[in-house]
């Protein structure tokens, strides 16, 4: 077994991700990251007790390019034996109606289809498999202190939240590029990814190159902030609901979210 599925393996089984779990509708755009990761649990399926499910959403921004990001997913779907339904949705169309970002929009459309999805098979135990790594963690942090946060924006993005899972969360890039390398897997690059007109990618391309360059372990420091955030939320959560609880007051009705929240789907 190849270190980086044994790696993927360990951090799965250390959340629980698939405790209890029959099905994995897994989002797949044909990049690098959820390539790898459609791979390592198509590989250990049987292992985890898992079917998959491939969503894979055509966002109708790149014309040809994005047509066959669409078709390689496809195939690479059936050449693993799992069954892959696509989508076409105008992103675009979405984001002008609904006053969005280009990225929120996108965001949006993506996991409505996963949630739908999932709807078939949630009566069986069904979670939504996600590609994030070790450096969208970094990256997420970085974005949400600059629009402003509290320690829910602080904490990143967490290994599981409600019925979504993040199986790489603990990769770094780097590692996931060069696993598909060693395995001979080839996967689809998007051009927009090396352009700097989305937030995120100037956060990626400018701002964490320079923090890099000032720490080479800036991104792996910035994650264990983070994980340290997660950490003392949840103590702290946990004491504030105690004592509003002991002062009878019912925290899940009043919809108390006093330590912010992080918009990591």
């Known amino acids: 077994m190849d270190v980086f599925e044994k790696d993927v393996l360990e951090y799965i089984k250390k959340y629980h991700m698939f405790d209890g779990i029959s099905h994995c509708v897994c989002g797949v755009s044909g990049g690098a990251d959820s390539v790898s990761l459609l791979t390592v649990l198509a590989r250990h399926r049987a292992e985890l007790g898992i079917d998959i499910h491939v969503v894979h ?7 040809e390019a994005a047509d066959g990001d669409q ?55 069904c979670v939504i498999a996600v590609a ?10 970085l974005f949400n202190m600059a629009r402003g946060t509290g320690m829910g924006g602080i904490k990143g993005i967490a290994p599981v939240r409600n019925h979504i899972v993040r199986p790489l969360l603990g990769s ?20 927009t990814n090396n352009e700097d007109d989305y937030t995120r990618n100037k956060i990626r391309h400018r701002i964490l190159p320079l923090m890099n360059e000032i ?21 702290a959560a946990g004491l504030v609901d105690d004592f509003l609880t002991g002062q009878g007051i019912d925290v899940r009705s009043e919809g108390c979210g006093w330590t912010g929240d992080s918009t990591d789907r």
């Open 57 to 63: 959403i055509n966002h109708m921004i790149r014309g």
């Open 71 to 125: 078709s390689y997913v496809e195939t690479l779907s059936g050449e693993y034996g799992v069954t892959c339904d696509s989508y076409r949705i105008d992103v675009r169309k979405l984001a002008e109606q609904a006053g969005q970002t280009v990225e929120e929009a996108g965001r949006h459309a993506r996991y409505d289809a996963f949630d739908r999805m999932r709807a078939r098979y949630v009566d069986e135990g």
């Open 132 to 141: 994030h790594n070790r450096n969208d963690v970094a990256e997420t942090v």
């Open 172 to 191: 770094d890039r780097s590692h996931i590029e060069e696993y598909l390398g060693r395995q001979g897997i080839r996967y689809c690059t998007d051009a």
């Open 215 to 235: 720490n080479g372990q800036a991104t792996e420091h910035i994650c264990q902030m983070a994980m340290m955030a997660a950490d003392y939320e949840r103590l």
